[in-house]
């Protein structure tokens, strides 16, 4: 069981590692080090009533639960800074794209959490996946899922899973946003206040995906509720449809998940 006196290492400590950062301070969480790269970054983040260092080895050494958040490229410099304080240690790696076998290669015996939660962690509404390495436990995996929950939405997975969920709800907020630009522009194309067409986005996406998580249905049976026969809706409908919006929804998050497969071995 994780406590708020469990002593936890954030290392690298950027726009996700920050995020949860937050939001364990939010939750009450007191024994937080975190590391990042250079003495500007450390300056911002001792702002927040933590410990700041730069070597990743102090934060490790002295911490019973290990966050890894730092880009593919650097996990390997960041397992050879920690590998001889990590014994017995639980490391859960937020790194996309690098399995759990990387970590086992090289930290022998280590117990480890594979998880990838998107930026909606920063309003603690992370989709988060998670998955357990060999040696991990599955009290391991139930910390892991605990600790996620202070940040949204869990689901414990297969490890195959994870490279595809990554191209999927780890990307998925730019698609969303992409599209939500475009609609607000589109507010303004028909003459709606940029302040109110960014309003009523805002809460016709939010309402709509409460609508969706609340009622069951899929989401084709509750689009046709806003349809009509001859009516306004289907104009815009049959735009989508013969631009082939679907179809560069999947294949955005089909070659993301190309691309997510292949950060190992680049």
């Given amino acids: 069981m994780i406590s708020r006196k469990t002593r936890i290492a ?3 400590a950027g726009k996700i590692g920050e995020a949860i950062i937050r939001i364990l ?18 300056n911002y983040l001792e702002k927040l009533p933590i410990k700041v260092t730069l070597n990743n080895r102090e934060a ?3 911490s019973e639960l290990i966050i890894i958040s730092v880009k593919p490229h650097q996990v390997e410099s960041v397992l050879k800074d920690i590998k001889d ?16 076998s990387f970590y086992e290669e090289r930290l022998k015996g280590a117990r480890i959490i594979r998880a990838m939660p998107n930026i909606n962690i920063l309003t603690g509404y992370s989709a988060t996946a998670i998955c357990k390495g060999e040696h991990a436990s599955k009290e391991d995996l139930r910390i892991a899922e605990e600790f996620f929950k202070y940040m949204g939405y869990v689901a414990i997975v297969e490890e195959r899973l994870i490279d595809p969920i990554t191209a ?9 946003l992409e599209f939500f630009e475009a609609f607000v522009l ?12 960014l309003n009523l986005a805002i809460n016709t996406m939010v309402g709509t995906a409460k609508l969706l998580e609340n009622d069951g249905r899929h989401p084709a049976e509750l ?28 294949e955005a998050v089909e070659k993301t998940y190309e691309k997510s497969s292949k950060l190992l071995k680049t």
Avoid: W
């Fill in 168 to 176: 999927y709800s780890g990307s998925g907020p730019a698609f969303v």
């Fill in 186 to 197: 589109a507010g303004l194309k028909v003459g709606i206040p940029r302040d109110l067409a």
């Fill in 85 to 100: 304080v990590v014994d017995d240690k639980l490391i859960i790696s937020v790194a996309a794209g690098i399995p759990t």
């Fill in 25 to 42: 301070l939010k939750k009450g969480f007191k024994n937080i080090v975190a590391t990042c790269k250079t003495s500007f970054r450390k």
């Fill in 60 to 62: 490790a050494a002295e």
């Fill in 223 to 250: 689009r046709d509720m806003v349809i009509t026969p001859g009516g306004v809706t289907i104009e815009g409908i049959h735009v989508l449809e013969k631009n082939g919006f679907k179809a560069m929804i999947i």
């Fill in 10 to 12: 954030v290392i690298g």
